[in-house]
């Protein structure tokens, strides 16, 4: 099994920059993809970014492209989000997930393994 732990989630105004990290630990697989999804309140989970095994290939929701960059260190087993020109519609708690295989997805039931989210709260 494979467990993995979010940080950088916090407070900030409007226009400001957040960095998400995400760890892997435990069971880590030779190719596993790996992305960002969010949840705000009384909404539904929704895919933010996606990123394949090789950080070749990334992808993202419309809502975030231009202002989202997602990364992966394959050495540190940590995947990031650089969130940049945040505005109040971002706040919601945001999960890390991963999942088996080479390729993107921007499928939540692609990811088998989920973090316990951090929380984003973008002030106007």
């Known amino acids: 099994q494979v467990q993995l732990v979010e940080s950088g989630g916090g407070l900030v105004q409007a226009g400001g920059s957040l960095r998400l990290s995400c760890v892997a630990s435990?069971?880590?697989?030779?190719?596993?993809?790996m992305g960002w999804f969010r949840q705000a309140p009384g909404k539904e989970r929704e895919f933010v970014a996606a990123?394949?095994?090789?950080?070749?290939?990334?992808y993202y929701a419309d809502s975030v492209k231009g202002r989202f960059t997602i990364s992966r260190d394959n050495a540190k087993n940590t995947v990031y989000l650089q969130m940049n020109s945040l505005k109040p519609e971002d706040t919601a708690v945001y999960y890390c997930?991963?999942?088996?295989?080479?390729?993107?997805?921007?499928?939540?039931?692609?990811?088998?393994?989920w973090g316990q989210g951090t929380q984003v709260t973008v002030a106007s």
């Open positions: 990123i394949s095994w090789s950080g070749g290939s990334t």
């Open positions: 997930a991963g999942g088996v295989g080479a390729y993107y997805s921007t499928g939540a039931k692609m990811y088998d393994d």
């Open positions: 435990g069971r880590t697989f030779s190719v596993y993809r």
